[in-house]
Nanobody
Framework: QVQLVESGGGLVQPGGSLRLSCAASGFTLDYYAIGWFRQAPGKEREGVSCISSSDGSTYYTDDVKGRFTISRDNAKNTVYLQMNSLKPEDTAVYYC????????????WGQGTQVTVSS
């Protein structure tokens, strides 16, 4: 059974850090591009970052460039999103998803993990 499970979310103060994990089961992550998305209350879901399967190229939305870092550990079948210098506007449910490439349709989605940035 194909499954993606996100973890690592929580409550953090502005300026703090969190590392989200996206663990895969039932398939091998290194054959796929993995994207991180987020959805804040009352807002559309938006893409945050993506890492390709072919050469490990990474992409970030402008809002998180320089603060977030996506990486993958194929041995652990896991993709990470290191989030530093967090801001209240980063508060959202964060999801990971798989695709054949970062610009194509995303097929499998995790259940999401809540990130709340508040003092």
């Amino acid at each position: 059974q194909v499954q993606l499970v996100e973890s690592g979310g929580g409550l953090v103060q502005p300026g703090g850090s969190l590392r989200l994990s996206c663990a895969a089961s039932g398939f091998t992550l290194d054959y796929y591009a993995i994207g991180w998305f987020r959805q804040a209350p009352g807002k559309e879901r938006e893409g945050v970052s993506c890492i390709s399967s072919s050469d490990g190229s990474t992409y970030y939305t402008d809002d998180v460039k320089g603060r977030f870092t996506i990486s993958r550990d194929n041995a652990k079948n896991t993709v990470y999103l290191q989030m530093n210098s967090l801001k209240p506007e980063d508060t959202a449910v964060y999801y990971c998803a798989t695709s054949q490439s970062c610009l194509r349709k995303y097929t499998y989605w995790g259940q999401g993990t809540q990130v709340t940035v508040s003092s």
